[in-house]
């Protein structure tokens, strides 16, 4: 009777390698990634919010041109690889007093550590001399201020554009 | 997979032994029977038994990622009674996620173990219930991990930082848990067993390194998420020392 016992306990103790199952690590959908910089486009008079005429953005070095959509704020990728990145910002795309402005935008990387399942985001630190403006005369841009020197997460703006 | 695989060998092999043991004392049960009612209760004395884990060691020799070593003792103090201990060893790298680690420690563990098997008259096996304290010191170091990017531009996502920013080591980290114990032991042969026991491990508390978690606890195994569970085995062949101390 006790080696039946026996047999069933180990019965028992083998199924336990069987169930013994381990929770999927997944990255959920709702933690957010790596940051991109938030930039308003403020006027230099008053300070508010507007899109210039002809308006667009060339990451430098791309062909691509990013969306700009009006009144609204614009989201910058920055590069994980350097402390800088470098964009176009076109005033009247196309036409004859087209003005483009070269900004190297300055930063520093702190990787933040999320969960076991996602690893780590990049989160970024504006320099105290955030822009910098690499073409000379005919600026339409005029500097920036720093709304927030911390890029952690896209819910409010990190950078203002005066022009 | 492996280490599912790995044990359901093990086990198989156990279980072949334990099969082959019961038919043996089966036989001699019912000689013995006539004799039992004269018997006379002997004393149990106390026994130390030492050995080491194999799956630990095993993997060791296996494995390039793992080195490790459980050294295992227990002592008896009544019939059923034991004070059980181990003390091991692990630097073990894994990739996890989007993380490759390396871990680097020692643990111990100490407590009990309950013996509820009822032996035929010769037979010295264990069917244990236990439970130990148990506590780490180690350190973690970060190799190399990728970044999530949800909307990548720039880079590939795959982009493996190996250097700076969130790489290097976490000193000085330390874990403390709770640990049920349950598993057999079987004599093979005179004064040498083989044991399986499994472990539910319930974190007590551990120190959180700095931008980091403790992605592995060494003797506790892997940590996760919103759960303060673990769970380890091990695979021990242990040695009786013949000498006994009278009580």
Not at chain 1, 6 to 22: A, P, R, S, V
Not at chain 2, 23 to 45: F, M, N, R, W
Not at chain 2, 122 to 147: E, I, K, P, W
Request: hydrophobic share 40%; proline share 3%.
């Amino acid at each position: 009777m006790d080696t039946l016992k026996f047999k069933i306990l180990i019965l028992f103790i083998g199924l336990g390698f069987f169930t013994q199952c381990e929770k999927d690590d997944i990255c959920i959908s709702s933690v957010e990634g790596t940051p991109d910089l938030i930039v308003l486009m403020l006027e230099n008079k008053n300070n508010t919010q507007k899109t210039p005429s002809g308006f667009t953005i060339r990451p430098l070095g791309t062909e691509n041109i990013l969306a700009v959509s009006s009144g609204d704020s614009l989201a910058l990728p920055l590069q994980i690889t350097e402390a800088v990145t470098q964009f176009e910002f076109i005033l009247n795309q196309g036409s004859q007093d087209e003005n483009i402005d070269t900004l190297q935008i300055n930063y520093q990387r702190v990787d933040q550590f999320i969960n076991r399942a996602c690893g780590y985001r990049a989160n970024f630190i504006l320099d105290q001399s955030p822009i910098l403006i690499l073409n000379s005369g005919n600026n339409w841009i005029k500097g920036a201020v720093i709304l927030k020197d911390t890029i952690s997460d896209e819910t409010a703006a990190h950078l203002g554009i005066l022009f | 997979m492996k280490l599912l695989r790995t044990w359901v060998f093990c086990s198989s092999l156990l279980l072949g032994v334990l099969l082959v043991n019961g038919q043996e004392t089966e036989t001699l049960g019912t000689d013995l029977e006539v004799a039992d009612s004269l018997e006379v209760k002997e004393k149990i004395p106390l026994s130390l038994r030492f050995g080491a884990d194999l799956y630990r060691l095993i993997r060791s020799q296996s494995s390039d990622d793992f080195q490790g070593f459980e050294a295992v003792a227990d002592l008896r103090i009544k019939k059923d009674l034991f004070i059980a201990a181990e003390v091991g060893s692990v630097e073990i790298t894994e990739q996890s996620e989007q993380i490759n680690l390396t871990t680097k420690g020692t643990y111990y563990k100490i407590g009990f173990d309950y013996n509820m098997f009822d032996n035929w008259e010769g037979m010295d096996n264990h069917v244990v219930l236990g439970l130990r304290l148990a506590s780490s010191s180690h350190s973690q170091f970060v190799n190399a991990y990728t970044l999530l990017d949800r909307t990548p531009f720039w880079q590939d996502p795959e982009t493996k930082i190996s250097s700076g920013y969130a790489t290097g080591e976490r000193p000085n980290l330390n874990a403390f848990w709770l640990e049920f114990v349950a598993g057999f032991k079987v004599q093979v042969i005179n004064n040498i067993y083989l044991g399986l026991s499994l472990r539910l491990n319930r974190l007590l508390s551990d120190t959180v390194p700095e931008n980091f978690d403790n992605i592995y606890i060494p003797g506790f195994n892997k940590k996760t998420e919103d759960n303060k569970f673990g769970a380890s085995f091990n695979y021990t062949l242990t040695y009786r020392i013949p000498f006994r101390f009278k009580k």
